[in-house]
């Protein structure tokens, strides 16, 4: 069973968000999304500068088996984007919550969020 | 559809394995990382379970005759002891199933005797059509799947790692044994010697075998092949896998590249449909009409392999075009694990078809360069 991290916040399309300083979070997506997903072989992010919405599309993760639509969990400027997982997609399923961070946003405001309880017991997840 | 399980579904969950719905069966999808499956079908040996996969047994003095006019190909020509790949074909030529047919010595003189093996969701469709179309014949048609397993081992080191459960004397009936060719070998397991029937087929592009048996000894079978392969030698290996593999082999899959609606000319698979036979088959007319009209050649679309030159990859029902225009279809597409580029079939119009050909793909709105390029994507060296 996927695990879920438990100092993290979760959107209902598998993305978490973590509270760095201030307004900035770092944002990935879960071992829930990464196991469904299977062997991730390319991801596409937004650029930095560029301004996400939240419950919009900002990119694209693609597995050996599928493409997925990657959703803003939260509203604001892309400070910085994770190149090491452009370069090495596996880090995404190998380290989801944390080498495969993706991207980190100046957030002004958040989407809708859950906790990692309520993530966990609407996945069938593990703390 | 009710769920089937097969005899080893409690020895994937056992292993950790994911599972998937494949034609109404709950099959292992991944055990753990399916491009890690994959690598390990190439580099080593990979264990499949494909339990799912139907048996049918026909037999009979006019066990030849009859598959002669129930499928596609030439059946009665084939030796016993060999294998041929056939298509079931509907009247109007439409594909039915892809099957492997083997066949068998048989033990009553003056009869044959053949093992036709079908796709899992269409072997009860099968069964059903060569029950239907034995009327008139002298043979009997029973369909075993769901007494039979069917376990595979992949690979180059699949041959190695079989020889470990047969007596040193028997090792040549493997050893000699010719790609598309089946014969019984003496397995040991748990201390108990039994006939099984292995063949040298696969769906992966590599050396490999099937081994066909019981339910009731598939799982001590499963788990003495994992237990006599050594540390990393063997890998139990998921459909995504298997699907990987066969794509890059250039092998079609029914309901993605074969089906009711295609004909085998478009498929590529041409060569398969035996018109020059004597007598009558099923299909037979609109077969030839469509092979005089051009079918796959000269007319319609045909299946062709496509080479990304991006990093993106094509995936099924994405639409091919060529200066924007659609020209095709893609029927399966994922970047090759092996080769490191995105390959795909698609049905492309035969004017956009021949080797090099620049396309596009339009990947959820976004297009991306392709080729046409030569199949099988992969071929191993020998």
Known sequence: ???VAPELQYSDEHEWVARDAGNLVSIGISAVATDALGDIVYVDLPEVGSTVTAGE???????????????APVTGVVTEVNSAVVDDPALINNDPYGAGWLFKVAADSDGPLLSAEEYA??????? | ????????????KKLGASFTDFGGWQMPLKYSSELSEHHAVRKSAGLFDLSHMGEVWITGAGAGAFLDYALVGKLSAIAVGKA???????????????????RRPSETEGEDKYLVVPNAGNASTVAAALAE?????????EDVSSEMSLIAVQGPKAEDILLRLVPAEQHSLVTELKYYAAVEVPFTVDGTTAELLLARTGYTGEDGFEIFIENDGAPALWSEIVAVAGEGELTP???ASRDSLRLEAGMPLYGNELSRDGDPFAAGLGPVVALSK?????????????KAAGAGATTGRKLVGLKGLGRRAGRSHYPVLKDGAVVGEVTSGQPSPTLGYPIALAYVDVEHAEIGAPLEVDLRGKREPFEVTALPFYKRSK
């Open chain 1, 57 to 71: 599309t900002c990119g694209e993760v693609e597995s050996t088996k599928s493409v997925s639509d990657l959703y």
């Open chain 2, 1 to 12: 559809m009710t769920e089937n399980y097969t005899a080893l579904y409690e020895e994937h």
């Open chain 2, 278 to 290: 004597e007598g009558d088959f099923v299909g037979r007319a609109a077969l030839e009409a469509k």
């Open chain 2, 237 to 239: 290996a998921g459909l």
């Open chain 1, 1 to 3: 069973m996927a695990k």
């Open chain 1, 121 to 127: 017991a609407k996945n069938g997840g593990e703390l």
């Open chain 2, 84 to 102: 041929k790949y056939s298509l079931i074909c509907a009247e109007d030529g439409g594909i039915i199933d892809d099957l492997i047919v083997y």
């Open chain 2, 133 to 141: 179309r034995a009327a008139g014949f002298d043979v009997k048609v």
